[in-house]
């Protein structure tokens, strides 16, 4: 089952805008990831941001993580028509439950507009 | 970052053949790769995880004797659709991840099959 819902499910923007998704989920976590996935193509990682952290910065992508309302945020400044893809978000179960694999939101589908 | 490489990345087969899709990490050893399948415009469904030298796990729901999952090596894991029916049409992906668990998790390019 999915862990998490990600809104919106489909965003279009124009060039130069900023872009924000939003992911919450509904267990504890270790760590929250989040991913783009170009049409027809494997994931590609973007950044990862642990339960005792509250925001990261990577290049033109900040994330946020609020653990007592178990949602993330991922904001994408300046997107470029190369920013179109799929954006996921991911997370890990806490040791207890012996569960290694992802579980991913339902997805963004952002469209960038040159 | 790491590298998986998942073959192939297309195929067409028939009702009631059985296809193989591999996955190798190329430059680190995974003792585990997951398994996930993934409809149009859906997200990723973990449909097992892979363990080096033991059986897979397998999801709720998830026919262990239609995906044959086998993981001989720590850098190849490998996903055979056995019966294949058109409903099974889907992009499958794996990915594995280096050691700990609170890291990021590297992804094949996918497989797209298609039963006719």
């Known amino acids: 089952s999915q862990q998490g819902e990600e809104d919106p499910q489909a965003l279009s923007i124009q060039e130069g805008e900023n872009a924000t998704m939003n992911c919450s989920y509904k267990t504890s976590i270790n760590n929250l990831q989040w991913y783009r996935q170009n049409s027809g193509r494997g994931l590609v990682h973007l950044i990862l941001i642990r339960s005792n952290e509250r925001e990261k910065h990577s290049g033109r992508l900040r994330v946020t993580l609020d653990t007592s309302k178990k949602s993330s945020s991922l904001l994408i400044t300046a997107s470029r028509a190369a920013d179109t893809a799929s954006y996921f978000c991911a997370t890990d179960l806490t040791p207890d439950t012996g569960r290694r694999a992802l579980t991913f939101g339902s997805g963004t589908r952002l469209q960038v507009q040159p | 970052g790491a590298v998986v490489s998942q073959h192939p990345s297309r195929v067409i087969c028939k009702s009631g053949t059985s296809v193989k899709i591999e996955c190798r990490s190329l430059d680190f050893q995974a003792t585990t790769m997951f398994w996930y399948r993934q409809f149009p415009k859906q997200s990723l469904m973990l449909m097992a995880t892979s363990n080096e030298g033991s059986k897979a796990t397998y999801e709720q729901g998830v026919e262990k004797d239609k995906f044959l999952i086998n993981h001989a090596s720590l850098t190849l894991s490998t996903l055979t659709v056995t019966s294949a029916h058109p409903e099974d049409s889907s992009f499958y992906i794996c990915?594995?991840?280096?050691?700990?668990?609170?890291?990021?998790?590297?992804f094949g390019q996918g497989t797209r099959l298609t039963v006719v």
């Open positions: 990915s594995a991840t280096q050691g700990a668990m609170n890291t990021e998790a590297f």
